[in-house]
C-alpha cells in the first residue's frame, strides 16, 4: 500500500537484468522496455528525439524546443526542467557525494541505477548488445547507437556555436563549452583550494596531491 511503498521504500519489483527495484509492476515493465529493449515508441515531431514515455517528449519539447528550464543551478548556472533534475546535479558535480558504493570494487556513485548498471555490466558481464561490425558490446542498447554512430559512422552532429569542433555527443559538447570558452570550473577540491572544468583532471589532482591522506 501507500505507506509501505512510499513511507518505508518498499519496492518489491526487481529487474533481472540489472537489479533495480520498483514500487510497481507497471514500472518494472516500463524500465525494461525502455531501458534494457530500447524501445521509445513516442518520437518528436521537430528533431530525431525519441523516448518511452509521452510525458518526457512533452518534457523534451518544453526543454529543448521551447527553451523552458526554470530550474536553474546557482553554482554553474545549467538549467533543468524538474526540480529533482537540479538536485542530482547539485549532488553529484558540485558536492561530489556519491552515497552508492559497489559492495565489489571501489567504485561509487550519485545514483543508484548508475551503481546496478556498473554491476551487471562490470561484474556480473552483463552486455547483451553486440556490435555487428566490431567485437564491442555494451549493457545499453543506447551506448550501442551512441557507438556505431560515433565509431563506425563517423558522426558527430553536436556543434559548438563557437568554434568549429563538433561531437558525437551533447554531453562531451556541454563540457567543451564549459571548459573551453566559459572556462566553468565546477568540480572544487575537498581538501585544498584547486578547481577543475573536468571531473578525470580534479580525480587526479586528487590522487597525485592528497594521496597521503588515504594511505594507512
Known amino acids: 500500500g501507500h505507506i509501505?511503498?512510499?513511507?518505508?521504500?518498499?519496492?518489491?519489483?526487481?529487474?533481472?537484468?540489472?537489479?533495480?527495484?520498483?514500487?510497481?509492476?507497471?514500472?518494472?515493465?516500463?524500465?525494461?522496455?525502455?531501458?534494457?529493449?530500447?524501445?521509445?515508441?513516442?518520437?518528436?515531431?521537430?528533431?530525431?528525439?525519441s523516448c518511452?514515455?509521452?510525458?518526457?517528449?512533452?518534457?523534451?519539447?518544453?526543454?529543448?524546443?521551447?527553451?523552458?528550464?526554470?530550474?536553474?543551478?546557482?553554482?554553474?548556472d545549467h538549467g533543468f526542467s524538474q526540480k529533482g533534475d537540479l538536485n542530482k546535479h547539485i549532488t553529484a558535480v558540485h558536492k561530489g557525494e556519491k552515497l552508492f558504493r559497489c559492495v565489489i570494487c571501489d567504485n561509487s556513485f550519485s545514483q543508484k541505477g548508475d551503481m546496478n548498471?556498473?554491476?551487471?555490466?562490470?561484474?556480473?558481464?552483463?552486455?547483451?548488445?553486440?556490435?555487428?561490425?566490431?567485437?564491442?558490446?555494451?549493457f545499453l542498447k543506447k551506448t550501442m547507437n551512441i557507438h556505431i554512430a560515433s565509431v563506425h559512422e563517423g558522426l558527430k552532429p553536436f556543434k559548438c556555436e563557437i568554434c568549429d569542433n563538433s561531437f558525437s555527443q551533447k554531453s562531451k559538447m556541454n563540457r567543451h563549452v564549459m571548459s573551453v570558452h566559459e572556462?566553468?570550473?565546477?568540480?572544487?577540491?575537498?581538501?585544498?583550494?584547486?578547481?577543475?572544468?573536468?571531473?578525470?583532471?580534479?580525480?587526479?589532482?586528487?590522487?597525485?596531491?592528497h594521496s597521503l591522506l588515504y594511505k594507512s
Open 4 to 49: 509501505s511503498t512510499v513511507h518505508e521504500g518498499n519496492k518489491p519489483y526487481k529487474c533481472e537484468i540489472c537489479s533495480s527495484t520498483f514500487v510497481e509492476k507497471s514500472y518494472l515493465k516500463r524500465h525494461v522496455t525502455s531501458v534494457h529493449e530500447g524501445k521509445k515508441p513516442f518520437k518528436c515531431d521537430i528533431c530525431e528525439y
Open 52 to 76: 518511452s514515455l509521452k510525458c518526457t517528449l512533452k518534457r523534451h519539447a518544453a526543454t529543448v524546443h521551447e527553451g523552458k528550464k526554470p530550474f536553474k543551478c546557482a553554482i554553474c
Open 117 to 138: 548498471i556498473h554491476f551487471a555490466s562490470v561484474h556480473e558481464g552483463k552486455k547483451p548488445f553486440k556490435c555487428d561490425i566490431c567485437d564491442y558490446s555494451c
Open 183 to 209: 572556462r566553468k570550473k565546477s568540480f572544487k577540491c575537498y581538501v585544498c583550494n584547486h578547481s577543475s572544468s573536468l571531473k578525470h583532471q580534479m580525480e587526479k589532482h586528487i590522487a597525485k596531491k
